[in-house]
């Protein structure tokens, strides 16, 4: 459909934070007991932070200082990630026609887009920022892009960054805030696209996509600007709702290319926490090592909402290469509900 092929992928973290260490830092405080009882049980070992609370505590900053700070280590973080998604593409910043960019935490105009100039990208370079759209926010970012670059039959950029260290929020820690300041990493992903061609294998390519959103429980999942920052609300039904719908899209996306469910090689699943892993794997019956692959980044780095598929992408993509005419499904859920569905070929 695209004529559009992922070439690249890119995933950097700030440095990581053991969380048995955070859990020690707000041990203290109203809710630290339920803070520490929710990491032991999250499966999520480090994640990075860009404001390490262990050095520097923001849980007292304003919601300025908070967005400042954001801005400045997600450009800080995204030129690397973009740096190195260039090299790996074999490709010089002057190649790029479009630098599209998509957070939900970093909020500024210019803000992300302002890295064509400090990556070197040329005058003309366009640019697209998106946003905010929560955890799900990388697959119709790469579809937008996959249409672009079957247009113009030139070469684009994605960087996808989310920061949640600059607003870890004050106590009192309830269940479900404990959640959120378990669940959240930082992270930055970026992706290179290039035009489809037969002389040029190499790379995956982007064949279609398909949504769905289920707006009866858009209160499950929501994230907000508050006089402290992300103000993010994370129900618990959010595992059953995502469980209950992910298969739809992801169905009507394989009959409309005559694509069998057991013909996917793998499933790059969105780790938006333990229980979301383990309902839809009880749900979709994913072969083992596609969740396995899910469960070992959300260990290592907890969810990066939109960087975080992504980083499952490329560990799947790195291990098992997609064969010359394979499939791979990438699956991402977030505010909504919504869940998108992208269908990868091997080339």
């Known amino acids: 459909m695209s004529e559009a092929r992922i070439v690249a992928v890119t995933f950097r973290t700030p440095p990581l934070v053991k969380m048995e260490e ?7 405080d109203p809710g630290g007991d339920t ?3 929710v990491v032991r049980n999250s499966a999520i070992t480090t994640k990075g932070m860009a404001v ?4 520097e505590d923001p849980r007292r900053w304003t919601t300025r200082r908070r967005m400042d700070r954001s801005l400045t280590e997600a450009r800080h973080l995204g030129h690397a990630t973009v740096t190195a998604a260039l090299a790996e593409a074999g490709l010089g910043p002057g190649d790029v026609g479009l630098f599209a960019t998509v957070t939900t935490t970093t909020h500024s105009a210019p803000g992300l887009d302002a890295l064509a100039a400090e990556l070197g990208l040329r005058p003309d370079v366009e640019t697209l920022s998106l946003g905010p759209m929560g955890c799900y926010a990388a697959v119709p970012a790469v579809s937008a892009c996959a249409h672009w670059v079957a247009v113009k039959r030139r070469p ?6 989310d920061l949640f260290s600059p607003h870890v929020q004050p106590p009192p820690y309830d269940k479900e805030q404990a959640v959120v300041l378990t669940l959240f990493g930082d992270g930055a992903a970026a992706v290179v696209l290039l ?13 279609d996509a398909e949504q769905l959103t289920a707006p009866a429980y858009a209160d499950d999942l929501q994230v907000h600007m508050g006089d402290n920052g992300l103000r993010i609300r994370l129900k618990p039904s959010m595992p059953d709702v995502v469980a209950g719908s ?13 694509v069998r469910w057991a013909d996917i090689a793998w499933w790059a699943v ?7 892993l383990d309902r839809v794997d009880e749900a979709l019956g994913l072969p083992e090592r596609s969740m396995a692959t899910a469960r070992e980044v959300m260990r290592e780095y907890g969810n990066t909402a939109a960087p975080a598929v992504l980083a499952v992408l490329r560990r799947l993509q790195t291990t098992r290469p997609l064969a010359a005419g394979q499939h791979g499904v990438v699956l991402a859920c977030g505010p909504g509900a919504t869940v998108w569905a992208l269908l990868l070929r091997g080339t």
């Open 52 to 55: 390490n609370a262990l050095l």
């Open 195 to 207: 035009p489809r061609d037969a002389d040029e294998p190499g790379g995956v390519e982007v064949v």
């Open 156 to 161: 684009a950029v994605l960087l996808a960054v």
């Open 35 to 37: 803070v520490a009882q």
């Open 22 to 28: 955070f859990a020690n830092l707000v041990a203290a």
């Open 246 to 258: 992910v298969a739809t899209p992801a169905r009507a996306l394989l009959a409309r290319h005559g």
């Open 270 to 276: 969105h780790p938006g926490g333990r229980r979301i």
